[in-house]
T-cell receptor, first 110, second 113 residues
């Protein structure tokens, strides 16, 4: 089957670091993407990992281990505006066919 | 400004009526997608199109139909056969089949009563 599992909620304080994990079972898997979505808004792309290892983009980093079918999104120096839902998405059946996880709701507190 | 537009933002319909959601992009992207999002859940793929006049079913295509007559436009019709049509519908596009980033429109929230 094709599924991605991630925690439903995570809470952290401003300035802290938080890691959102994603484990997956997908066939024909090409890579793992991460998207951010604020309440009522459109998802926006954050990162993509095709190979094992860490990809860093500013305060956000993403990691993939294909042998462990596992990835994570690392958010550093948390800000209030980072409060949103974060989705991991597996690329299956072609680069542009995405299977989304259910999302992790991140709440950042002062 | 380049982007994806979806209209309307909110749509209300009576049960048994077909309704068409609009999606237009001026990014010159070849591929376009329709997703459905239910409260507290991830996005599920309804249909996608990689080129004009061609489209494929996604994971939950039953009760939906699409057309792709122009590169810029990918309208979605929610038919009366869709058992639970109330949801947030998101349209997206990407450059080509090798692109990993999808760009999303603002969404249409459909309520059917």
């Amino acid at each position: 089957g094709q599924s991605l599992e991630q925690p439903s909620e995570v809470t952290a304080v401003e300035g802290a670091i938080v890691q959102i994990n994603c484990t997956y079972q997908t066939s024909g898997f090409y890579g793992l993407s991460w998207y951010q979505q604020h309440d009522g808004g459109a998802p926006t792309f954050l990162s993509y990992n095709a190979l094992d290892g860490l990809e860093e983009t500013g305060r956000f980093s993403s990691f993939l281990s294909r042998s462990d079918s596992y990835g994570y999104l690392l958010l550093q120096e948390l800000q209030m505006k980072d409060s949103a839902s974060y989705f991991c998405a597996g690329h299956s059946g072609g680069y542009n066919k995405l299977i989304f996880g259910a999302g992790t709701r991140l709440a950042v507190h002062p | 400004d380049g982007g994806i537009t979806q209209s309307p933002k909110y749509l209300f319909r009576k049960e048994g009526q077909n309704v068409t959601l609009s999606c237009e992009q001026n990014l010159n992207h070849d591929a376009m997608y329709w997703y459905r999002q239910d409260p507290g859940q991830g996005l599920r793929l309804i249909y996608y199109s990689q080129i004009v006049n061609d489209f494929q079913k996604g994971d939950i295509a039953e009760g939906y139909s699409v057309s792709r007559e122009k590169k810029e436009s990918f309208p979605l019709t929610v038919t009366s056969a869709q058992k639970n049509p109330t949801a947030f519908y998101l349209c997206a596009s990407s450059t080509d089949r090798g692109s990993y980033e999808q760009y999303f429109g603002p969404g249409t929230r459909l309520t059917v009563t």
